[in-house]
């Protein structure tokens, strides 16, 4: 009886812990909406109130302002196959330029990412093609060479999973990561 008890309450505790699992919401597979960023003085406020600055970090020493991951504001996304930076992604360069020439000690990476679609080969090149893409605009728009480096994750880092159109153009991106 002991046994039967003990392999139901197994069975139990391993459906409960597997519920949470792959429960996904239609939300999570949306294009994010892109963040308004374009004060270079201030982006918002934290959750405490208080004004947040393009480059700030918080008390836990996470990113906020331009490098919020959790806001997408360091993101720019791009088309299929392809590497050219629209009006929007322009936008998000324009705000991280102005910021690496006013802190010109800050060093970023640009992380380029693609879809699962194509070959790993491929991928990875067009990967590094679109974060190439954001480190020229940023050295056209004044930043210094030593402040940029460049990765190419290829489809390795997909921000979200999926194997429709919505998954896709969230993985079609660079990222802009604080070093």
């Not at 039967?4 to 939300?27: E, F, R, Y």
């Not at 963040?35 to 406020?45: F, L, P």
Request: proline share 3%.
């Amino acid at each position: 009886m002991l046994k039967k008890s003990l392999i139901a309450l197994v069975t139990v505790l391993a459906m409960a812990g597997c519920a949470s699992k792959g429960a996904h919401n239609a939300q999570d597979n949306a294009i994010p909406t892109p963040v308004d960023n374009s004060s270079t003085a201030g982006i918002g406020s934290n959750t405490d109130g208080a004004p947040v600055q393009i480059g700030d970090m918080n008390s836990s020493g996470q990113d906020v302002g331009l490098f919020d991951a959790a806001a997408k504001a360091n993101v720019i996304y791009f088309s299929l196959d392809s590497s050219d930076i629209d009006s929007a992604g322009q936008t998000v360069v324009d705000k991280f330029a102005r910021y690496l020439q006013a802190n010109p000690t800050t060093k970023v990476r640009i992380e380029g990412n693609t879809d699962e679609r194509g070959s790993r080969e491929y991928n990875v090149g067009l990967g590094e093609r679109r974060a190439n893409a954001v480190v020229s605009a940023l050295r056209t728009k004044g930043v210094a060479a030593a402040q940029l480096s460049v990765i190419s994750y290829g489809e390795e880092r997909p921000a979200a999973q999926g194997h429709d159109e919505a998954a896709w153009a969230q993985n079609r991106r660079a990222v802009i990561v604080r070093q």
